[in-house]
């Protein structure tokens, strides 16, 4: 909608270069002036629906959705993880050169929860290996993750050394790496295990060196591996028989945001999909699907036999790990009047749906034998489309806006001695309209009413009901000192328009040129005085 606000303050004066009056002249001028203009066409009403009739024909809108399944990362994702050992002897102690200070085969144990997964690639991550000695003499070490390689090769950090410190000088070196595109192998040594990651430390004195002494109870060496911010490219394994609940969602519909009334529409459809393109089964169960109408208050539940009845979605197929390459298993259902009360549903004028949706994963249990997998780009996800031909009737049915306004406000040198307000209407659309302006003061308030119960007569239909010719109508309202008050007052004006269809009770298409142009004009007497 496209409004536009002036306001007019009228003066004149006179010059007289071969005379002069001392006595003051005064006279009135009639002045008529628009304050207030809008343009609505149901390209407003509609913006934020999709026009997907062809132009020239009937309009049929589509409103689109998605609905919320799974929490992010639900399914899979990597936490955080520290793992590290120090050396350290109960008593005082001289090592010699030479000593091993650790040798260590140890297991990193991700917390997947119930999720057992044996084979990850990594499209980001980083491995923080942090060293610390307070030895005397220098420190030999290697390092290495046999089960962790990028192109085939492990990743090893071998022939390592630590300068020679002390207790009150250790001496610390850390090595950040980047792991995106490493594969890790988290089936343990035995190769038979889930969520494991093996790695291998040596560490020893230099054996050219002159040993060490250790203080009793003092970490003398020590490391620690933190694998931060973890994100699979890939992951594979048995991901469990996990139960995801979606509560009280809500889908805003604001293109019916400002229509309240009673609607008779010809028929809707809406169609409901359904994707998995992760390789697990899931199972989706649809507990609500409620419309909703704010300024009314009332609700009405989708009916159909979709709604509480759990349905299976297979698995989907991997065909290949570079590039990802897998399958979409899909499943689409149609709701339309005759299967479902939802013509009643948007008859309603719903600007909210609110939904709630149970989702599990691998309802069946383990059938995939420890085989399910996700990419970084499968998801499970249900969209819905509503596609509704704008064809109905209309019987009391109001669209309502609000205009921002700084006030209608006189001048102080030209007051309005008296005035009327004009209201000139041209009218589009296939319906008589009662048009009011309610005037708002800044608490949003209503102060007045201007014009009510006028009619703008319906546009002028055709054999096909098609309007071909609108029509204009002018209607006035009488400006009291009361009123002018309330005018200067005004910081908000609501405009309602109230439809009733011409013919009554016949169903009538929509077109994109409709349109309803309206103009508030202000007629005063203004004393003008020289």
Not at 55 to 82: K, M
Not at 217 to 237: H, I, R
Not at 279 to 301: C, E
Not at 453 to 476: F, H, P
Request: hydrophobic share 40%.
């Amino acid at each position: 909608m496209k409004i536009y606000l002036r306001f007019v303050a009228v003066a004149s004066v006179l010059f007289w270069t071969a005379c002069r009056s001392d006595e003051q002249t005064s006279w009135d001028i009639d002045v008529i002036t628009p304050l207030a203009e809008a343009r609505i066409g149901l390209d407003d009403i509609l913006a934020d629906s999709n026009i997907i009739s062809a132009p020239g024909d009937p309009l049929v809108v589509r409103f689109e959705s998605n609905l919320n399944l799974l929490p992010t990362d639900s399914i899979f994702s990597i936490p955080d993880t520290t793992i590290g050992d120090s050396f350290a002897l109960p008593i005082n102690f001289n090592l010699p050169s030479g000593f091993q200070l650790l040798n260590l085969n140890d297991l990193v144990r991700f917390n997947y929860g119930n999720l057992n997964i044996t084979d990850v690639i990594l499209s980001s991550g980083t491995l923080v290996s942090t060293i610390t000695s307070r030895l005397d003499d220098r420190v030999l070490y290697s390092f290495s993750i046999p089960k962790a390689s990028f192109s085939a090769v492990p990743f090893q950090l071998l022939d390592q050394s630590l300068d020679p410190a002390s207790t009150n000088n250790p001496v610390t070196r850390q090595t950040n790496t980047d792991l995106s595109g490493y594969v890790f192998d988290l089936k343990g040594p035995s190769s038979n295990e889930s969520n494991q990651l093996q790695l291998t430390l040596s560490a020893r004195l230099d054996p050219n060196g002159n040993g060490s002494p250790v203080s009793a109870n003092v970490s003398a060496f020590e490391y620690s591996n933190q694998f931060l911010n973890f994100k699979p490219y890939f992951a594979k394994g048995f991901f469990g028989s996990q139960k995801y609940r979606t509560e009280n969602q809500r889908i805003s519909v604001a293109f019916l945001r400002r229509i309240t009334g009673n609607l008779d529409l010809e028929d809707a459809t809406m169609d409901l999909f359904l994707e998995n393109s992760i390789g697990a089964d899931f199972g989706f169960l649809i507990r609500k699907f409620k419309a909703m109408k704010s300024s009314s208050g009332l609700t009405l539940d989708l009916a159909h036999p979709l709604i509480g009845q759990q349905q299976l979605l297979a698995r989907s197929t991997n065909f290949s790990i570079y590039p990802a390459s897998f399958s979409t298993t899909t499943k689409s259902f149609q709701l339309n009047s005759s299967n479902s009360n939802l013509k009643q549903v948007l008859e309603l004028l719903p600007d909210e749906f609110e939904y709630s949706i149970d989702a599990e994963l691998n309802p069946l249990g383990n059938v995939s034998s420890g085989n399910d997998f996700i990419f970084n780009t499968s998801n499970a996800k249900a969209s819905f489309a509503l596609t509704m031909p704008f064809k109905f009737a209309a019987n009391a049915l109001y669209f309502s806006d609000t205009i921002k306004t700084t006030g209608f406000e006189e001048s102080e040198q030209s007051p309005v001695t008296q005035a009327s307000l004009f209201l000139d209407v041209e009218n589009g659309f296939p319906f008589d309209l009662k048009c009011t302006f309610e005037l708002l003061d800044e608490n949003r308030i209503k102060i007045d009413t201007l014009l009510p119960g006028d009619i703008a007569l319906a546009g002028l239909v055709d054999e096909t009901l098609r309007v071909r010719q609108s029509t204009k109508t002018i209607m006035e309202s009488k400006v009291t000192p009361q009123r002018l008050e309330n005018l200067n007052r005004t910081r908000y004006i609501v405009v309602k328009a109230r439809l009733n269809t011409v013919p009554e009770q016949t169903r009538l298409p929509m077109y994109i040129d409709y349109f309803l142009r309206v103009q508030l004009r202000g007629k005063g007497l203004v004393r003008i005085k020289l």
